[in-house]
């Protein structure tokens, strides 16, 4: 990752990672939820591909170190892939569909079965 824009901190950055990549997926929910993964063994569609990635991003930043809370969760199936993402602050869509099914849900429940 390249270094930071000088005057943006690690948190201010993680902060501004979560909030806009978090709206931004739940208001293209119906048009992500529709197309295929880029790595069906780790999700079941775009939507749920792309949450799992902010989800590690996350993680593997560190971000959590620094004071803040991960919006995002997310549930798999009993072989790991990613198949619900659940947001702490919800969005709505600005595209037509039925939108996130998780919708106002804070934290995903697991999901069973295969």
């Keep these: 990752m390249a270094p930071l824009p000088a005057?943006?901190?690690?948190a201010t950055y993680c902060a501004e990672l979560?909030?806009?990549?978090?709206?931004?997926?739940?208001?293209?929910?119906n048009l992500l939820?529709?197309?295929?993964?880029?790595?069906?063994?780790?999700?079941?569609?775009?939507?749920?591909?792309?949450?799992m990635r902010l989800d590690q991003s996350f993680n593997?930043?560190?971000c959590g170190s620094?004071?803040?809370a991960n919006d995002v969760s997310i549930s798999v199936n009993g072989i790991g892939v990613?198949?619900?993402a659940c947001f702490a602050n919800p969005v709505e869509p600005i595209?037509?569909?039925p939108g996130?099914?998780?919708a106002g849900t804070r934290v995903c429940p697991a999901t069973a079965g295969s």
Excluded: C, I, W
């Design 33 to 51: 939820s529709g197309a295929a993964s880029p790595q069906p063994k780790a999700a079941d569609n775009l939507f749920t591909f792309l949450a």
């Design 100 to 102: 996130n099914p998780m």
């Design 95 to 97: 595209t037509k569909g």
């Design 18 to 29: 979560e909030q806009a990549q978090g709206s931004r997926l739940q208001q293209d929910v």
């Design 66 to 68: 620094l004071g803040l």
């Design 60 to 62: 593997k930043l560190g």
């Design 82 to 84: 990613a198949v619900a």
């Design 7 to 10: 005057g943006q901190s690690p």
